[in-house]
């Protein structure tokens, strides 16, 4: 196989822009493009930028933005990032996330620093700069200014790809498509742009309609951009009628126009796209040979996994969050590990604020295990409480992640150990028994984004342990955080002697990772969140652990 380093100069780079109504899933494609590509043995990297003020989405709120994903090097990032991660294995850091809200603060921060001498700042030229520089990974000469810029950049990378979060003609993108426009021009054939529209069909005319399209294209262009590569998001099939009149008013080739359909998988993206050709388009843009199609063997073994599975097991998801994007990377963490276990995850979200003693049988009925989900603040943690003693005394296979844990943690405290006020510093600052506290270098902290523990930290894992095998026997794990309250350590030899043991220890600051009834058949937390490191083709321990504990369950069904 030809590979890319044989024929380029200069690394390549692949715009993703969209266009008609958000949500379309410019992420998945996204994530399918640097699949495809590194298939074809190039090293990909994928960046978002979102044209939001917010400096990161780490104080957003769930149900306005879903879940905030946490990059190796501790940066709270959007959830397509992990769509990046699951689908390519990339590690992504705080590089690959950038805001309208980290631009303009870097920009404000140099002007400010003098770094201008003096001229008057506007959105262009400083502004498309300083996007063009973060689009283009050229990091290098901030470093020293700007702590932000502290990890170097990846180097020798061949091709780079930039998704535009939005949809064309909102006010907030205008100086990232700007940006876009000149780097078009400046990089010549060593720049794609690939715009995702949609499609819609009309059921009262049995139409499909590509009006919407031509006019989201229209706007693009007439703010300089032609996109070469058109992906067209739609429910039914398009025909080549359907194609090709797209191609003639949209001034894009024919064989550049791909669909994405509705499929049954977000994983079968990669396989649609490459068969489409998608892949080989942007090639043939840029002017490398294309050579044979990547059979992507692990990729295919996979989705066979996933469609010939004949039985179902059902997880309850208790959090207080009633939004899919809220827990997404704890659904697909529980997806992949039921295809390796050769059965559908049938996921049930149970809202924590609804349970009480008097009806926790009837809202966990028929769940063959239960995941108590992470999340901040009081509202909802006693219906989490109450569904942890439920699983605890009744033997249901358990995995409180995060504030989970702590929440395992609280209910052990009240009904185990007998301090009935038990509760965390978080909810209760009067409590006499606080098992779970405020972490030492948090106390002093008032600002909220991005002063959490943050990123990867080692565990140390205590040898027979299950989640010791789980790991594979491995004594020391690194796992990514997002928290600022700690299991109080005063109270450790109280839980160990009645028997929820400490078996995961960050070694540098004595802080508990995870805790495990050892009694149970499975009931562990982790302070951690272990959804953050399972991809496609390395689904992590943990949930592989937990899904095969359920899977010896009786409602485990065929299907």
């Known amino acids: 196989m030809q590979t890319f380093k044989q024929h ?31 298939a074809r043995g190039f090293k990909v990297t994928i960046q978002k930028f979102d044209p939001y003020i917010n400096i990161d989405p780490g104080t957003l709120n769930p149900y306005e933005h879903g879940e905030c994903y946490v990059t190796e090097d501790g940066f709270e990032t959007d959830l397509d990032l992990g769509h990046y991660e699951r689908f390519t294995g990339i590690h992504t850091t705080r590089n690959n996330s950038i805001t309208t809200g980290r631009i303009y603060k870097t920009v404000i921060d140099r002007e400010r620093h003098g770094d201008y001498l003096g001229k008057t700042i506007q959105v262009v030229p400083h502004i498309t700069d300083e996007i063009k520089r973060r689009m283009l990974r050229q990091n290098e000469e901030l ?12 180097q020798n990378l061949d091709f780079v790809i930039t998704e535009v979060g939005g ?44 009006k919407p399209t031509q006019h989201s294209v229209k706007e693009l262009q007439g703010m300089g951009i032609q996109p070469d590569i058109l992906v067209l ?8 009628h359907v194609r090709m009149k797209v191609a003639s008013f949209c001034n894009v080739d024919l064989e550049c126009v791909v669909q994405s359909e509705d499929m049954p998988s977000i994983y079968e993206v990669p396989v649609s796209m490459q068969k489409q050709g998608l892949d080989a388009a942007i090639m043939r843009k840029i002017g490398i040979p294309v050579g044979e199609m990547p059979a992507m063997k692990p990729w295919h073994d ?8 004949k039985r179902e097991v059902h997880i309850g998801l208790v959090g207080k969050y009633d939004l899919q994007d809220a827990y997404k990377s704890i659904r697909e963490s529980l997806n992949l590990a039921g295809i390796y276990n050769d059965v559908k995850a049938r996921l049930h979200f149970i809202n ?47 995995f409180g992640i995060c504030l989970g844990m702590q929440m395992m943690v609280i209910e052990f405290a009240r009904n185990v150990l007998g301090y009935k006020d038990a509760n965390s510093r978080e909810m209760d600052e009067q409590t006499p028994h606080n098992v779970i506290d405020i972490m030492e270098e948090q106390k002093s902290i008032t600002q909220m984004g991005g002063t959490m523990r943050l990123g990867a930290y080692e565990c140390e894992l205590q040898k027979g342990s299950r989640v010791y ?8 794990i690194s796992e990514r955080h997002r928290h600022r309250y700690e299991f109080n350590n005063a109270y450790k030899e109280e839980y160990e002697a009645a028997g929820m043991k400490c078996v995961g220890v960050n070694p540098a600051a004595n802080l508990v990772e995870i805790v495990e009834i050892p ?41």
Not at 14 to 20: A, K, P, R
Not at 143 to 154: H, I, L, S, T, V
Not at 302 to 309: E, G, S, V
């Open 233 to 240: 998001r739609t429910e039914r099939h398009l025909d080549d």
């Open 469 to 476: 095998e789980a790991y594979g026997k491995e004594a020391m």
């Open 352 to 398: 924590s604020e609804e349970i009480t003693r008097e009806n926790v049988n009837e809202k966990l009925d028929g769940m063959a295990g239960i995941v108590i989900c992470p999340g901040f603040g009081q509202r909802g943690i006693e219906g989490k409480i109450i569904a942890a003693e439920y699983t605890r005394t009744n033997d249901i296979p358990t």
């Open 519 to 559: 009694d149970k058949r499975w009931y562990i937390g982790t302070q951690f969140h272990p959804e953050y490191l399972s991809t496609v083709l390395h689904p992590h321990p943990l949930f592989m652990s937990f899904i095969n504990e359920c899977t010896q369950e009786k409602s485990v069904k065929s299907v």
């Open 143 to 154: 470093r020293m200014k700007n702590e932000e810029f502290a990890a170097a950049p990846e």
């Open 167 to 210: 949809t064309i003609g909102d006010i907030e993108s205008a100086p990232f498509m700007e940006a876009i426009r000149q780097l078009r021009w400046q990089l010549g054939r060593d720049a794609v742009c690939v715009h995702l529209t949609y499609v819609p069909y009309l059921k009262a005319a049995d139409e499909l309609k590509t």
């Open 302 to 309: 996979f989705l066979d996994k996933q469609r010939n599975a």
């Open 8 to 38: 380029r100069m200069n690394t390549k780079y692949i715009f993703v822009t969209g266009g008609v109504v958000s949500s379309l899933g410019k992420g998945i494609i996204s994530a399918s493009i640097g699949k495809l590509l590194q």
